[in-house]
């Protein structure tokens, strides 16, 4: 079972990636001695699929357990839906010596998370998600947070998991579209720190759409695992983003979430956006610091091969992009702060670029690439 240790002192906390690790949750959660009840938190989509697998695990483990199942879908990332939430594990008798099990994509681990920062001021949490999206991602680093109608995740904490398990063949479950959405972001962090690590997606594109084989599902608990090392290793070196380091995970995501807050909920998945705001820093990365052309091309084919898009959605106003990436909260008093490369495996957190830098690069994403 690859694992990976976060350090930071005493929220240090292990991250374990390995198939069938699901039905061992109850086992593994024990061996990291946390006590008290769980509350195993879930939404509709996952919870037929896995609730009782879960459930199984951790009373088989000796632990009480009570099952909270909430709306799947971004709209359940809200106050009041944190308010329902707490309720329930109130009516349940959860107390301080409780922890909280959030299993599923996203949007159950930034609720169940602030959840878990919130209730008694503070319970411990487990992360088990079942995305790649999740996996790779939002599951390490310990941000929660819910949406308010002025912008997503701007009510939030800081709340460091106590323990996260991967287990891959959750994957199998979902559909190619969601799948292909996740590897964005491990693209993201092979462009950031491992750029050998792009070979590793070559020929994947096939069986995104057809079912992992059983090989490939052999190696994937050391694929996910690379990917969270270099989160965690970012988390160390920035946790609560002070020095700069932290905002490289932000590449592709400045124009990422102004294309994504420019449609309708849905139109775009967030890593479909990611892999558009990845092109405009590809090319801003070539203008002003210095990346090959060679390199933003190997970069963008394996995008393209994954199945991402790499140009703007027909009806998509270039002004609307633009008026959104500006309200981002990744910009500080409305200055322009993007992350670029000048290597593969080197990032650099720029002030150098332009409104009509930041123009030309979204007008470019109505163009086809390879051309």
């Known amino acids: 079972m690859p694992t990976i240790v976060l350090s930071l002192g005493k929220r240090s906390y292990e991250i374990h990636a390995a198939n069938a690790s699901l039905d061992r949750l109850g086992a593994i959660i024990h061996r990291h001695h946390m006590e008290g009840r769980a509350a195993l938190v879930t939404d509709s989509n996952v919870a037929p699929l896995f609730a009782d697998n879960a459930r199984h695990s951790l009373e088989e483990a000796g632990y009480n357990v009570s099952l909270h199942v909430i709306d799947a879908g971004e709209a359940s990332k809200s106050l009041p839906c944190v308010e329902q939430l707490a309720s329930e594990l109130a009516a349940h008798g959860h107390d301080r010596t409780s922890f ?10 930034d609720l169940a998370g602030f959840a878990a920062a919130t209730y008694y001021r503070g319970i411990p949490f487990v992360q088990v998600p079942t995305t790649v999206m999740a996996q790779v991602d939002s599951s390490v680093g310990g941000k929660t947070a819910v949406n ?19 287990d891959p063949t959750t994957l199998a479950t979902l559909p190619p579209r969601i799948v292909s959405e996740g590897m964005a972001e491990m693209v993201k962090h092979a462009a950031i720190r491992d750029p050998e690590m792009l070979s590793e997606f070559a020929g994947l594109s ?4 057809l079912g992992f084989s059983l090989a490939t599902m052999e190696k994937l ?12 290793r970012i988390v160390e070196e920035d946790e609560r983003e002070t020095t700069g380091v932290r905002a490289f995970l932000n590449f592709g995501h400045t124009i990422g979430h102004g294309i994504e807050a420019s449609l309708p909920y849905g139109a775009l998945l967030h890593g479909e956006a990611v892999s558009l705001g990845m092109r405009s820093a590809l090319a801003l990365s070539e203008r002003r610091a210095g990346l090959a052309h060679a390199e933003s091309l190997r970069i963008l084919r394996v995008l393209h091969e994954l199945g991402l898009p790499l140009t ?17 909260k990744k910009f500080r008093g409305g200055a322009i702060r993007f992350v670029l490369l000048k290597a593969p495996g080197e990032p650099v957190l720029s002030g150098e670029v332009t409104q009509d830098d930041l123009r030309e690069a979204v007008e470019l994403l109505k163009t086809q690439p390879f051309v």
């Open 206 to 209: 096939r069986e995104i759409e």
């Open 221 to 232: 608990p050391a694929l996910l695992a690379r990917n969270v090392a270099i989160k965690a």
């Open 100 to 109: 909280i099990v959030a299993l599923g994509g996203g949007v159950v681990g």
């Open 148 to 166: 308010i109608s002025a912008g997503k995740n701007l009510v939030g904490a800081f709340h460091q998991p106590a323990l996260v398990v991967i």
């Open 312 to 328: 703007l959605p027909e009806g998509i106003r270039v002004e609307t992009v633009l008026e959104k990436t500006a309200a981002d």
